[in-house]
């Protein structure tokens, strides 16, 4: 079954720390990948996508993940997290098939606390 | 641009009724999705909707069930209400079915906060 598993639901973090959010992947061949934050009362908002080529990708906010084929894993990172990157935080794949517009399959969520 | 809108913002009904949420996608977008997320859960999809026809189908009952219109505008109606249904519903737009790029990014409205007493 196609799946996304995010191990930790909770994470703290001290201001200017780094941070890294773990994304492991059960798929027939590897999808598309994705992170996403989202802010209460916020909609979805991504972050970085990963589609081929070059396994390290950069996004906004200063995040930037590495997919890993071996370990089915896409782990997002930041070297210096901020106050203002408190919020949740969601792996998700799409199948690189089929469609441009597939569905997105979601993990559980990572909710990032920042300590002054 | 007004990006993603959805109505109402938050919602509060009765086991057993029914209820419509609306979405209004980002301009230029042709393809709504909706998606469910439960509390301390992540976004599960529910249907999507291109041409005014349902394209693509997750696992939710038929008491799910949506429309499109012809300015591409969304609803998401849910009948026989359950405890079980309160959650975000959130709605994506997306511009097509085929390729612009390898994939065509899902934009994201802010929900309906659905609570079923």
């Known amino acids: 079954a196609q799946s996304v598993t995010q191990p930790d639901i909770h994470i703290t973090v001290s201001e200017g720390a780094s941070l890294e959010l773990r994304c492991n992947y059960s798929y027939g061949a590897t999808p598309y990948l994705f992170w996403y934050v989202q802010s209460p009362g916020q909609g979805l908002q991504l972050l970085l996508k990963y589609f081929s080529g070059d396994t390290l990708v950069q996004g906004i906010k200063g995040f930037e993940a590495e997919f890993k084929r071996s370990q089915s894993s896409f782990n997002l990172r930041k070297p210096s997290v901020h106050w203002s990157d408190a919020a949740e935080y969601f792996c998700a794949v799409a199948p690189a098939w089929g469609g441009a517009t597939n569905k997105l399959i979601f993990g559980t969520g990572t909710l990032l606390a920042v300590q002054p | 641009d007004a990006g993603v809108t959805q109505s109402p913002t938050h919602l509060i009904k009765t086991r057993g009724q029914q209820v419509t949420l609306r979405c209004s996608p980002k301009?230029?977008?042709?393809?709504v999705s909706w998606y469910q997320q439960a509390l301390g859960q992540g976004p599960q999809f529910i249907f999507q909707y291109y041409e005014e026809e349902e394209r693509q189908r997750g696992n939710f009952p038929d008491r799910f069930s949506g429309h499109q219109f012809p300015n591409y505008s969304s609803e998401l109606n849910v009948n026989a209400l359950l405890l079980g249904d309160s959650a975000l519903y959130l709605c994506?737009?997306?511009?097509?079915?085929?390729?612009?790029?390898?994939?065509?990014?899902?934009?994201f409205g802010p929900g309906t906060r659905l609570t079923v007493l």
């Open positions: 301009s230029g977008h042709d393809t």
């Open positions: 994506a737009s997306s511009y097509g079915t085929q390729a612009l790029s390898s994939y065509n990014e899902q934009f």
